[in-house]
């Protein structure tokens, strides 16, 4: 079976691009909602950057799309690491502190 072809996209001129490195993500029994932030040292309540909500087939196929971009980019410029100094539960539900702290 042959797969549909991929839209052409319009990209607004006006569109403005976000840079964000956190994203919280939550769900319902329909659809999955995506918060992405940007999480800066000291900063207690990031500010939402963009909210993306899918069905879970969306979500799923999401997935399945990011996986093969990983893959086709660590072919080309190497395997991402990352720091695991601690969990990744650790770093998603680790109380708030100030660089002082740190």
């Known amino acids: 079976m042959q797969k549909p072809p991929i839209p052409d996209l319009n990209l607004p001129e006006d569109l403005v691009s976000q840079y964000v490195n956190f994203v919280r993500i939550s769900h319902t029994a329909s659809e999955f909602v995506m918060d992405f932030s940007l999480l800066l040292p000291g900063v207690v309540k990031p500010e939402v950057e963009s909210r993306l909500v899918m069905s879970p087939t969306a979500m799923k196929l999401f997935l399945h799309a990011?996986?093969?971009?990983?893959?086709?980019?660590?072919s080309k410029f190497g395997?991402?690491?990352l720091p695991m100094k601690q969990s990744l539960a650790?770093?998603?539900f680790r109380p708030n502190t100030t660089p002082e702290e740190e």
Request: hydrophobic share 25%; glycine share 0%.
């Open 66 to 74: 990011m996986s093969e971009n990983i893959k086709r980019y660590e």
């Open 79 to 81: 395997e991402i690491s």
């Open 90 to 92: 650790d770093d998603l």
